[in-house]
């Protein structure tokens, strides 16, 4: 045992490692297993302020006893969402990879921040070999990279190194040394864009949507007139930003298409394949994605489709000039020193918005490496298999209205009660079938949101915009339809579609399973 005298006041290492041993315990037994077993539930639900008083979440000036402790670690699981439960549905990043948990694992335990060699050297060189496959995938034999805190963060930094590649001057200078600018994209991007416009200081209005079609890819002769159009307006056009795997129609943009576009007219080209890229493995459906190698930078996030769990986000570059080094770089002396007695191009930190960067590459690794690049494929294959399959046994059940045939795993759907079976042409249809949703199958809870914002929209009956019904989230959301995100939201669905129509038949089954 290592001695503990040079330890902080108030800290004993015995029974610290006895503390972690326990808490070990209580996550196996009551995460990994429990959190697994489609029998048990998926949270048990409490309201806000019945939470708070379950949870004691004041601070207070003295400590408590170990088991007191534990007993809160059991509360928070308790009363927490477990995701990686059979029956959770509501985001993308579902489900639990165990060779992915043993590398966040291990993460948290090392405690790295992966700015430079020194500190992180196994990391560094892991972070991009992993990135290193990840451009190859796209279809670059070399290029640039990163992980980034999410997708948001991802999508905003291309847009930060796309507009520094223009106007390099507005890195001191700021917002004076640029005219007018014009980011380019459809409604059904997501809404990170529209942030990181704000964020750069660039304004939302500077984004400019292109028409989609009927399933919500972006129709490259529009951005074409987009693009005339903003330059007659004297503003300067910039970026464009595409989407492989919209969020609620799954939609894929045609890149080929786009990418001449951007070509004609010298504007940066960033594909937004969050949620999409992961298909990039697959060889019987990475076609979806054909052109993305002519893309000036793409967003890629394994922790949805692949599962390495929260969070995993690849920015990749095709750029080989350095750029993102030269354009967020800061050039810090007391961390960034040049005569350091190894390669310092291996110090990777300045070429991030961040200073202190956590390890996101380690899960993805260890999973690549236990599983193989082929398991990773089949498991993407299944993805479209299950989705195919939900799709064929959801036209067999009276009520259930496709939105329309899906391209990717995203499976969006109206379920329609009796009482408006039959009365399609009706002018009031639409409302009042997101309103008998509502009512009949009992999804909405007293006293949750009529509105939220959402990632994208669609168009519904009669080109109205559609209200979304969002059973696995308990919300109303006014901008699509019910979407099956992840191979694992089948078996919910699977569920509702083996149910009869009864109200109560149904409200028991969602309340039953999920809560």
């Known amino acids: 045992m290592a001695e503990s005298n040079h330890l902080s006041p108030g800290w004993n290492l015995p029974a610290g490692e006895a503390l972690l041993q326990d808490v070990f315990g209580i996550v196996m037994e009551e995460i990994v297993r429990k959190g697994t077993d489609a029998s048990e539930k998926v949270c048990e639900w409490k309201e806000p302020e019945e939470l708070k008083k379950l949870l004691d979440l004041e ?8 088991e007191q402790i534990l007993d809160r670690c059991r509360t928070i699981i308790q009363y927490s969402v477990k995701t990686c439960h059979p029956r959770f549905f509501n985001q993308l990043f579902s ?27 196994v990391f560094v060189l892991m972070e991009e070999e992993v990135l290193k496959k990840l451009r190859a995938l796209v279809g670059w034999s070399s290029g640039d990279g990163v992980f980034c805190p999410g997708g948001s963060i991802s999508n905003m930094c291309a847009l930060n190194l796309a507009r520094y590649q223009r106007y390099p ?3 001191q200078r700021g917002l004076r040394a640029l005219p007018p600018l014009a980011i380019f994209t459809t409604q059904e991007s997501h809404y990170s864009l529209q942030k990181g416009a704000a964020f750069l200081g660039m304004g939302t209005d500077s984004i400019r949507l292109v028409k989609a079609d009927e399933r919500g890819k972006m129709i490259p002769e529009d951005l074409e007139k987009q693009i005339n159009q ?5 503003a300067v056009p910039l970026f464009v930003s595409a989407t492989s795997g919209t969020t609620v129609l799954g939609a894929f943009d045609p890149l080929e298409a786009i990418a001449n576009v951007c070509q004609q007219h010298g504007l940066w080209l960033h594909v937004d394949a969050a949620w999409g890229g992961s298909v990039l493995l697959s060889q019987t459906h990475r076609h979806l994605l054909d052109g993305i190698e002519r893309a000036d930078s793409v967003c890629w996030n394994p922790h949805k489709l692949l599962a390495t769990g929260l969070q995993c986000s690849a920015l990749l570059l095709r750029d ?19 005569d350091k007695f190894y390669d310092v191009s291996l110090d990777t930190g300045d070429k991030v918005i961040q200073c202190g960067r956590r390890v996101d590459c380690l899960k993805l690794w260890l999973m690549w490496k236990a599983v193989g690049g082929s398991a990773l494929e089949q498991r993407v294959d299944w993805a479209f298999t299950l989705t195919r399959y939900f799709v064929e046994k959801m036209k067999m059940r009276k009520g259930f209205e496709l939105v329309m045939e899906p391209e990717y795993v995203n499976v969006c759907f109206w379920y329609v009660p009796p009482s408006l079976r039959g009365q399609k042409d009706s002018a009031d249809y639409c409302k009042k079938l997101a309103k008998e949703e509502v009512q009949e199958m009992g999804i909405r809870r007293a006293g949750e949101r009529e509105e939220s914002s959402c990632h994208g929209s669609s168009k519904g009956c009669h080109g109205q915009e559609k209200a979304m019904l969002c059973p696995v989230s308990y919300s109303f959301e006014p901008c699509g339809s019910v979407t099956l995100y992840t191979w694992k939201m089948f078996s919910l669905f699977w569920c509702v579609l083996n149910q009869n129509n009864k109200t109560k038949k149904f409200k028991y ?7």
Do not use: W
């Not at 601070?59 to 170990?66: A, F, P, V, Y």
């Not at 080989?320 to 040049?338: E, I």
């Open 230 to 234: 903003a330059e007659a307006e004297g």
């Open 169 to 171: 001057d507005c890195k």
């Open 59 to 66: 601070l207070r000036s003295h400590g408590e006893k170990q």
């Open 509 to 515: 089954t969602v309340k039953k399973v999920i809560f």
């Open 95 to 121: 489900g639990l990879e165990p060779h992915a948990l043993a590398g966040r694992i291990i993460t948290e335990t090392l405690n790295t921040s992966q700015y430079t060699y020194e500190i992180a050297p």
């Open 320 to 338: 080989t000039s350095n750029l993102m080094k030269q354009c967020h770089g800061a050039q810090a002396t007391y961390l960034f020193q040049q």
